[in-house]
């Protein structure tokens, strides 16, 4: 099994990011809130960690808990506006 599968994404609200914590490094899409909107403005996964699809893993979570909340987001990262061309069915949150 890929370590990746077994490992949670956790809402830093203090620190105003999503991280997956694996083998000794955290990966984060970080954001800030501003006029009641959620704003992306960086995702990183440290290298030893890339090509497990943590950075999808994170974006997936944080805009599903985004549309949960009824809360609009604008992505500023580059990683999170080709996430929602992939993803249609976050474009209706997006400001």
């Not at 954001?31 to 959620?38: I, K, L």
Request: hydrophobic content about 45%; aromatic content about 8%.
């Amino acid at each position: 099994m890929n370590p990746a599968d077994e490992s949670t994404v956790v809402h830093n609200a203090a620190a105003q990011r999503y991280e997956i914590a694996a083998g000794g490094a955290t990966a984060v899409a970080e954001y800030w809130d501003e006029n009641g909107r959620r704003v992306f403005h960086h995702t990183f996964v440290p290298p030893a960690l890339r090509g497990r699809g943590l950075a999808e893993k994170l974006v997936r979570h944080a805009l599903s808990e985004a549309r949960a909340a009824n809360r609009r987001v604008v992505p500023a990262c580059s990683y999170v506006a080709a996430f929602v061309e992939r993803n249609p069915e976050f474009k209706l949150i997006v400001d």
